[in-house]
């Protein structure tokens, strides 16, 4: 028999509890796999992840010394990790990513899939390879991802799995028609998922950050004179909006947008 699914406490406290309430997610005793964990969005979640008790698996295609560094800050917090190179796109490497994970750290519980590509391209020189190669590596990934930790979720009553889309899902953005589709499509995965696990305990949202101040948007970094607040976001602030999502066991088929009022104009 699967052990029972521990499942993610919030704490309040504080003198002014009653005025002012202060929520702590608490994931101790859960295992988190980040895809695309070695830098950027997804090292951030994957340390806000440890920072709220979670054992870490932080997958990464090419930069091993990078996510050799997310692990040793995750280690440093108390928490285990592993690094473990997978290429999201492929199925195979999935599921041998996923046994050695349940292997080293247990299930996994906790699933972000975060890795993507942003290749900008215009209409006059999109390529059919681009625009197949930016599906498979944003969309068909997460896809492959969540068929694969789905049986040990189901098996326990409980999951959470969250998808890093974008603002392009809605709008043009900056980098074409692939990067917009393949954005626009992990939403309608997210809700297809939502509606059909909801029921096992199991939640699926989207995470819509727009204009983070990462190496992905470092050729439109013009583009944040147009936000509202005045700056471009932080990965910090999207692993914020991740833990969020982890600590609500009644939010499901939502995507939250990050993109500092960029929806009001």
Same mark, same amino acid.
């Not at 806000?48 to 050799?68: H, K, P, Y």
């Given at each position: %028999? ?9 704490? $309040? ?41 979670? +054992? ?12 050799? +560094?997310?692990? !040793? ?16 796109? +492929?199925?195979?490497?999935? @599921?041998?990513?996923? &046994?050695?994970?349940? !292997?080293?750290?247990? #299930?996994? +519980?906790?699933?972000?899939? /975060? @890795? &993507?590509?942003?290749?900008?391209? *215009?209409?006059?020189?999109? !390529? ?14 997460a896809f492959l991802c969540i068929q694969?930790?789905? #049986? ?6 409980? &999951?959470?799995?969250? /998808? ?6 809605? *709008? ?10 393949s954005k626009a499509g992990l939403e &309608? ?11 096992? *305990?199991?939640?699926?949202? @989207?995470?819509? #950050? ?5 190496? %992905?948007?470092?050729p439109i970094r013009a583009a944040a $004179? ?14 914020? @909006?991740?833990?969020?999502? %982890?600590?609500?066991?009644? %939010?499901?088929? =939502? !995507?939250? =947008?990050?993109?500092? *009022?960029? /929806?009001?104009?």
């Amino acid at each position: %028999m699967p052990a029972p699914a521990r499942s993610i406490a919030s704490t $309040s406290g504080g003198r002014n509890a009653g005025r002012k309430m202060t929520n702590r997610i608490d994931l101790s005793g859960h295992v988190a796999l980040i895809t695309g964990a070695s830098r950027g969005i997804g090292r951030a979640i994957a340390l806000a992840l440890a920072e709220a008790g979670a +054992d870490i698996a932080v997958n990464f295609s090419t930069r091993a010394a990078e996510a050799e +560094d997310v692990a !040793t800050l995750v280690r440093a917090l108390g928490r285990r990790a592993l690094v473990i190179a997978a290429d999201v796109s +492929d199925s195979a490497a999935i @599921a041998a990513m996923v &046994g050695a994970v349940t !292997t080293a750290l247990g #299930p996994i +519980d906790l699933l972000v899939n /975060n @890795a &993507g590509i942003g290749p900008a391209h *215009g209409l006059d020189d999109l !390529t059919e390879a681009v625009f197949d190669r930016t599906i498979a590596v944003n969309l068909k990934s997460a896809f492959l991802c969540i068929q694969a930790v789905l #049986p040990a979720m189901r098996a326990r009553r409980f &999951g959470r799995i969250v /998808n890093i889309s974008s603002g392009a899902a809605r *709008g043009a953005g900056g980098i074409g028609v692939h990067y917009n589709a393949s954005k626009a499509g992990l939403e &309608g995965l997210t809700r297809g998922y939502a509606a059909r696990l909801a029921a096992e *305990g199991i939640t699926v949202n @989207a995470v819509a #950050p727009s204009l983070i101040d990462t190496e %992905m948007v470092a050729p439109i970094r013009a583009a944040a $004179s147009r936000i509202p607040v005045g700056r471009m976001g932080t990965a910090e602030e999207v692993a914020q @909006a991740v833990l969020l999502v %982890m600590g609500n066991a009644y %939010m499901t088929g =939502q !995507t939250i =947008q990050l993109n500092g *009022g960029l /929806n009001f104009i």
